[in-house]
């Protein structure tokens, strides 16, 4: 799935808490992180790739107990 600048990453929780997100390339090198609280019920997270060189990522959501809410993959293109 290519990106067009952003990505959007649902998570779906039963309770509220503290999450860490992390964008990490085919090497395994973390390229970004952001922690947030998130809500019970669905919670939108904007993630800006334009500053992302070309490749395949994997996006990860960790709880604060440990546990991996959510994987998603993408593409970021070339930028123009």
Do not use: M, R, W
């Not at 085919?26 to 998130?38: A, D, H, N, P, Q």
């Not at 440990?66 to 070339?78: D, L």
């Amino acid at each position: 799935n290519p990106s067009e600048g952003f990505i959007n990453v649902i998570i779906t929780s039963s309770i509220e808490t503290n999450v860490s997100l992390s964008v990490i390339d085919v090497l395994g090198k973390e390229v970004y992180k952001f922690k947030s609280i998130i809500k019970s019920g669905q919670n939108f997270i904007n993630i800006n790739t334009s500053n992302l060189a070309s490749g395949e990522y994997i996006v990860s959501v960790i709880s604060e107990s440990g546990q991996e809410k959510s994987v998603k993959n993408f593409v970021c293109p070339a930028h123009k």
